[in-house]
């Protein structure tokens, strides 16, 4: 029964455009039928059966016009004409009676065609667009189910916040890394989030990455927090960009989260490791170079050039060895935030004649020169600046193998000191560049070899004018040297 009201209800059949030829054909002839039955024992005035007639097909178009498009309303209209001329013919109208039914019937059919094709015309867009609609809505709520399986099987956890609602949608991994999250973020500014840090310091929710996407448009890549609550500790990599509509408004954002503890716990156990191996070193090398300083002196008094030779190589070696183990120590210093600083005022152009003429001294083909004599005074660390000019021109000369000038000036710029050091050498690479003062950072592979190294160097000198509240860079074009500059505050 209710497949039957189906078929027939005209409604529910709104967006299947599988139109019937029967249905309409069927239903229309038995309508006729009908008709015939009803004029010929019913209604006896041929008015009232001509009105019962053109009554009963005005509806019948009307419905198969809006149930089987134009196509349903034009059968039941050629049907409905073809009993017209049918009656004209069978009830043997006469002359003027002949022309005026005729002409009737013709006036019907063109009213009956215009109702059929715009109600089925009309029904047929309808059709069209609740299709189209249901297909988008169809292929809108396929997409959704695809990503959120995606979403779900990911194996870094995923959070994406809404900006109008600030609703938040989260993956399984996401719980597995934080525990359950807030489905919605009331007041996100005020939010405070207890158990995040970042660099020691403790981050309030507006502070997140997630957060600072959606309220700034940052896109953020691969910021490290330390997460702990009461059972963990939690080292995550987080990535986070803004989600924008056409006009660039911003609608949301989307943040990733890596679980890292393990690369930490990992590099953690490698940094305890040089640091105690670098302590460890430091004392043998010290009595090592006492040793060779002893034999040296006492080789000499019995004059063998030969073994003298091989105990200055040897001292020389082992002031290298020194070098690297404090390079070591310096880099664990940093990285566990024990570089400490004895700041005192002195003559940084001072200090820049001193090292570049023990550094002078270490090579014929270079020639340093200092550009500027004037007096600028610091307040820093006089070892550690000494330290990073040290680095700063050994490199230049390390880098120019061609020989040539080095150019090293110093001057006051603004509250700064500014000190450049110019090399002709074999430059650096724009790619290079941005890296050069990361930690254990080589231009040259390990396994080449061109220039002897361990990447410590610039990483130190980085560092320790950083806190100094100063500012390193370099500029440099490949294959023509390389200029670095420092800045400190002037004392
Ligand atoms: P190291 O010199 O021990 O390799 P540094 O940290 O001092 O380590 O330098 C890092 C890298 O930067 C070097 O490997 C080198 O490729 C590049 N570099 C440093 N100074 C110069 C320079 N003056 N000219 C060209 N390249 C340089």
């Known amino acids: 029964m209710q497949r039957l009201i189906n078929y027939i209800n005209p409604l529910i059949r709104l967006g299947n455009s599988k139109y019937s030829v029967n249905f309409p054909i069927i239903l229309s002839l038995v309508t006729i039928a009908a008709s015939e039955f009803v004029a010929n024992s019913i209604l006896k005035n041929p008015a009232a059966v001509g009105a019962y007639i053109i009554f009963v097909h005005v509806a019948l178009i009307i419905y198969f016009a809006f149930r089987d498009g134009i196509r349903g309303g034009f059968i039941t209209t050629f049907l409905a004409i073809l009993y017209y001329l049918y009656i004209i013919e069978s009830r043997g109208y006469k002359d003027s009676q002949w022309s005026v039914a005729v002409n009737t019937s013709f006036i019907l059919m063109f009213i009956y065609l215009l109702l059929a094709y715009i109600i089925g015309w009309l029904k047929q867009r309808l059709d069209q667009l609740i299709v189209t609609e249901t297909e988008a809505r169809q292929a809108a709520e396929d997409g959704r189910a695809r990503m959120e399986t995606i979403l779900q099987q990911l194996p870094v956890g995923v959070l994406m916040i809404d900006k109008k609602s600030n609703k938040v949608e989260t993956n399984r991994h996401i ?243 500014l000190v450049s050091i110019k090399d002709d050498g074999i430059g650096i690479s724009k790619d290079q560049k941005k890296r050069i003062f990361e930690r254990l950072y080589q231009v040259n592979k390990m396994t080449e070899m061109t220039f002897p190294g361990l990447g410590m160097g610039l990483y130190i000198s980085k560092e320790i004018i950083k806190r100094h509240r100063g500012n390193i860079w370099v500029e440099s074009i490949e294959g023509k040297g390389s200029t670095f500059f420092f800045s400190l505050p002037l004392g």
């Not at 691969?222 to 986070?240: C, H, M, P, Q, T």
Request: charged residues 30%; aromatic residues 4%; positive net charge.
């Open 175 to 417: 719980k597995n890394l934080v525990g359950p999250i807030r489905s919605t973020l009331e007041k996100v500014q005020d939010y405070q989030f207890p158990v995040a840090f970042q660099s020691g310091q403790k981050l309030s929710l507006r502070q997140w990455p997630l957060v600072r996407a959606l309220n700034s448009g940052e896109v953020i890549t691969g910021e490290e927090i330390e997460y702990k609550n009461d059972s963990r500790r939690l080292f995550l990599r987080v990535n986070a960009a803004p989600i924008k509509n056409k006009n660039q408004q911003i609608i949301a954002a989307v943040s990733t989260i890596d679980d890292i503890s393990q690369e930490k716990e990992l590099e953690q156990r490698k940094d305890d490791f040089i640091n105690m191996a670098s302590h460890e070193l430091k004392t043998p090398i010290t009595s090592m170079k006492i040793y060779i300083d002893v034999l040296l002196k006492n080789i000499s008094k019995h004059q063998d050039p030969k073994v003298t030779k091989i105990l200055n190589s040897l001292r020389t070696q082992t002031d290298r060895l020194q070098e690297i183990v404090s390079d070591l120590l310096d880099v664990s210093r940093i990285q566990t935030g024990k570089l400490h600083l004895n700041k005192e005022q002195f003559r940084l152009d001072r200090l820049i004649s001193e090292t570049s003429e023990v550094l002078q001294g270490t090579t014929d083909k270079h020639n340093l020169i200092i550009k500027s004599k004037k007096a600028i005074s610091v307040k820093a660390d006089r070892f550690r600046i000494y330290q990073v000019l040290t680095n700063l021109i050994a490199n230049a000369i390390k880098y120019s193998p061609d020989g040539k000038k080095i150019q090293i000036e110093c001057k006051a710029s603004g509250t700064k000191a």
